[in-house]
């Protein structure tokens, strides 16, 4: 039973560049969040995602955007980088709840280090 | 929005000992609250959860509690051994939905001695 995978690992781009990162979730589940996480602090709520939409949405700017595949997995893209985007961008997956706005249980991918120079 | 305290910053006790956290959160129609364990560079990892339904949840030597009223819940950690080293995270859903927008303590840096 396959975990949250992310790709790549890392990242290094300049400022003002675009950047894709990839997330599949865990098997059985339908619902994808992201959260970006700076150096020690907690994971902040970017976006989520749940049949192909996105769902609930936190204080981000419109230069972070995202997408659903009908096989579950998910991207998130940041356009017009900046230094302070420098973070480890978590995905996060989890089953939602019928009849409810709500999901179970999120379980957390690896990661993806992204470096803004 | 939810907003979640988390105390303390940091942490250290010697093996053996117990370790405890607390979270105090704003958002009474909150009904879900995980804790998650992340070591250097790894993902963050749940480790206990409670609904909102339960005043205490044990796991071996993990434990949480949650005072609804007060709004604050606690994870205790006894007999604690190097490998408990870590950063600690507690969570609670924003805008009363249950599981869905998670919104994160600043965490807690616990230090374990041999």
């Known amino acids: 039973d396959a975990g949250v995978t992310q790709s790549p690992t890392h990242l290094i781009k300049t400022r003002g560049q675009q950047v894709t990162l990839r997330c599949s979730p865990k098997s059985g589940h339908d619902t994808v969040s992201w959260y970006q996480q700076a150096l020690g602090q907690g994971p902040q709520f970017i976006f989520q995602?749940?049949?192909?939409?996105?769902?609930q949405r936190g204080n981000f700017p419109d230069r972070f955007s995202g997408h659903q595949f009908p096989n579950y997995s998910s991207e998130l893209n940041v356009n017009a980088l900046l230094l302070g985007d420098s973070a480890l961008y978590l995905c996060?997956?989890?089953?939602?709840?019928?009849?409810?706005?709500?999901?179970?249980?999120?379980?957390f991918g690896p990661g993806t280090r992204l470096t803004v120079l | 929005g939810e907003n979640v305290e988390q105390h303390p910053s940091t942490l250290s006790v010697q093996e053996g000992d117990s370790a405890v956290i607390k979270c105090t959160y704003s958002d009474s129609a909150s009904n879900y609250f995980p804790w998650y364990k992340q070591e250097l560079g790894k993902r963050p990892q749940l480790i206990i959860d409670i609904r909102s339904n339960v005043g205490e949840k044990k796991d071996q030597r993990i434990a949480v509690t949650l005072n609804k009223t007060a709004k604050h819940f606690s994870l205790h950690i006894t007999e604690t051994q190097p490998e408990d080293s870590a950063v600690y995270f507690c969570a609670a859903p924003a805008g009363g939905t249950s599981y869905g927008k998670l919104t994160f303590g600043q965490g807690t840096i616990l230090t374990v001695h041999p």
């Open positions: 995602y749940y049949e192909e939409e996105e769902r």
């Open positions: 996060a997956s989890s089953l939602a709840l019928a009849g409810t706005s709500s999901t179970d249980t999120q379980y």
